[in-house]
């Protein structure tokens, strides 16, 4: 495994849409393991591939005290209520903004092993798989932003592991 450098704004890679994924083999498999190191180096909650300059749908997810995720071209299915969370991104260093983001989410997508996952979430894990999927598809979250003057400056994202599933001060996601 290997931690592969995260790409930052203004890096185009970032605005582009990740293509499917249509062949799980060794060199997505090894994408995974170094997405998920790279994502303990910088401690994150999540990282998408596009963030590590590949322009493929597979996305990572690391809640603290939760198993891991890895999924392949996931997609949210359905979303339910809305609620304001403060988020920051490993791809945009040093800022957190409150924005909008759906309570519930309903998403799905493949496995490592290439099998079909439907999970439904809540809380933090609801976050990531909204934040990392909007990722692939060139989406930040600044973009849901009425203003960059919305952006708050933060000299460290807080250590996940002393997270309270809220995100009250900004998860450092992917």
């Known amino acids: 495994m290997a931690v592969i450098p995260i790409r930052t704004l203004p890096d185009p890679v970032l605005r582009q849409k990740a293509r499917r994924v249509r062949d799980i083999n060794r060199s997505v498999q090894r994408l995974i393991d170094d997405m998920l190191e790279t994502m303990h180096a910088a401690r994150g909650v999540g990282l998408a591939a596009n963030q590590v300059g590949v322009l493929l749908r597979v996305i990572v997810i690391g809640i603290p005290g939760e198993e891991e995720i890895a999924l392949i071209n996931p997609q949210i299915v359905r979303t339910y209520g809305e609620r304001l969370v403060s988020e920051g991104c490993l791809s945009i260093p040093g ?12 998403a799905k997508g493949l496995d490592r092993s290439g099998h079909e996952v439907r999970l439904r979430a809540d809380g933090l894990l609801a976050q990531a798989l ?38 009250p001060s900004g998860e450092a996601f992917g």
């Open 95 to 106: 800022y957190v903004a409150e924005i909008r983001r759906a309570e519930q989410v309903k």
């Open 130 to 167: 909204q934040h990392e999927i909007d990722h692939i598809n060139g989406t930040l979250y600044i973009d849901h932003l009425a203003s960059p003057d919305d952006l708050r400056p933060v000299e460290a994202f807080p250590d996940p592991a002393e997270a309270t599933g809220s995100a």
